[in-house]
């Protein structure tokens, strides 16, 4: 259990909120790289003649060659991106523990990572090469719809077809938000838990975008090993299962390890057995076990 000495405590002297807020950076990052693919997609689009159905054949098929493409390119694209995501979270590391010891700076440099590095690129090389098979998959569902229903004039299939490519647009915003977020909360459990700071403080991005049932976990005390379900203790119909922030598609919320006990106002909202308590400084120390020094 790390301690911390009074010299080391008077350094608490800003709120460290801020340090693992959403990168939205990373996310226009990602954004550009999926950007350029959605751009080939369209490219292949527009070759689709209504008036010859042997093109829709030709642009699914380029479209499936484009994802065989794509593994070497993206892995390089990505593989950067996940390294400068890495370096990120350890200098917000570095910048949070400060307050602790240097035993834990070392410690917090030397998690071993790299699987879970792994992981993250070979996801995301497989949600990239997927982006032109899906549109491919769109390409022949629009067209064998269209010749058993006749839906559709030449002029109207052309727009059903191009259509798609803003669907797939769309769908990279998807990815790059919910991927930088899921890859970001992974690396802060992953160290957490590596020093042995199992509760972290859910923080939401304070704009109108977020979801209701986000903003009701707003400074709630969590367990690493015990996520909540938002929705659930929201009442809501949907049911998305339980996660901890950022591990869901579109979220923008991140995990704040808890340092110290005192660094949160007493009494505060703990989530426990399924539900949000308010509870006490000195229950929350009974609950943690000794977890979260003083």
Known sequence: MYTMSPSQIKLITEDVRPVFSYNSIMEKEYNQI???????????LKQFNPNDPRTAVQVMKAL???????????????????????????????????????????????????PL???????NVGLIQSMPLKAAQK???????????????????????????????????????????????????????????????????????????????????????????PERLDHQDRDYGNYNPGQIFNCRCYAQPLVRIDDIDWPAKVYHNGSIVRMRKADFARLSQGQVPL
């Open 139 to 229: 390409v022949q569902k629009v067209v064998v719809e269209n010749l058993q229903t006749g839906q559709y004039r030449a002029e109207g299939l052309v727009d059903q077809i191009m259509n798609i490519g803003k669907v797939t647009e769309n769908r990279a915003k998807l990815i790059a938000r919910t991927e930088i977020s899921r890859m970001s909360t992974e690396l802060i459990k992953v160290r957490s838990e590596a020093v042995d700071m199992n509760w972290y403080i859910w923080k939401t991005s304070h704009d109108a975008r977020v979801r209701g049932s986000h903003r009701l976990m707003e400074k709630v005390l969590v367990n690493w090993s015990e996520p909540p379900s």
């Open 117 to 123: 590095l792994e992981q993250f690129l070979m996801d």
């Open 64 to 114: 499936q060659n484009y994802s065989n493409k794509l593994f070497g390119w993206s892995k390089k694209r990505v593989g950067g991106l996940i390294y400068n995501l890495n370096s990120d979270s350890i200098r917000k590391w570095l910048k949070h523990s400060a307050i602790i010891s240097q035993r834990m700076r070392q410690e917090i440099k030397t998690v071993p990572v790299k």
């Open 34 to 44: 999926l950007n350029s693919v959605v751009k080939t997609i369209r490219g292949n």
